[in-house]
């Protein structure tokens, strides 16, 4: 039985390699492969920065919801202690109507539900004020998340150029990639300049 016969493919492999380095074949791939991985790794971070930043953004409006819900309980309790106090006062007027002097826990009554009425007016700006900070907070995240949301998109297309541009060895495609790349990553560090 003959052996195996063994293909010296080494020499083939050489001239194969020295043909792409004079063309700059491999050097060329190689940076855009780098600059790819680069920008992978921002659209990475910043899909994660995207998702944080709704997350806590809901988290916000979740809370305006709930404490714009107590407010609203707490004006209910103000509606009725007010209704309570013209209902006691109603009565002492109807006793002095009748030539007498009304009982001295009706007129207390009536005195303890303006008092009441303070106070849970002062609860329910309180929580009105909770809850717009809460919904601004809302606000000023969403508009952080768009941006993040913005770079990841420019990412994924950078690096969608990148793929045609080593698959086609054009330079102007790399070139693309890296200026959508580059526009992404204004966007990704928009969010941090504006914070401050």
Do not use: C
């Amino acid at each position: 039985m003959p052996e195996t016969q063994e293909i010296d493919t080494d020499k083939l492999r050489e001239t194969i390699d020295d043909e792409m380095e004079k063309k700059g074949g491999v050097s060329f791939l190689r940076r855009i492969s780098l600059s790819t991985a680069l920008i992978a790794a921002l659209g990475a971070v910043a899909a994660l920065r995207a998702g944080d930043t709704v997350n806590e953004a809901l988290a916000n409006k979740t809370d305006a919801a709930t404490l714009q819900g107590q407010a609203s309980d707490q004006w209910a309790l103000y509606q009725a202690k007010g209704i309570k106090g013209a209902v006691a006062r109603a009565v002492s007027q109807t006793w002095q109507a009748a030539g007498k002097s009304s009982p001295a826990d009706v007129e207390a009554l009536a005195t303890r539900y303006d008092a009441e009425q303070v106070d849970i007016q002062a609860k329910a700006r309180e929580l009105e004020k909770e809850r717009d900070h809460r919904t601004d907070e809302a606000a000023r995240l969403l508009t952080r998340h768009h941006a993040f949301a913005n770079a990841v998109a420019l990412f994924q297309v950078a690096i969608a150029l990148g793929a045609i541009a080593a698959l086609t060895k054009v330079r102007l495609v790399w070139g693309a990639s890296l200026v959508l790349g580059g526009i992404g990553l204004v966007f990704f560090i928009l969010p941090y300049v504006n914070a401050g």
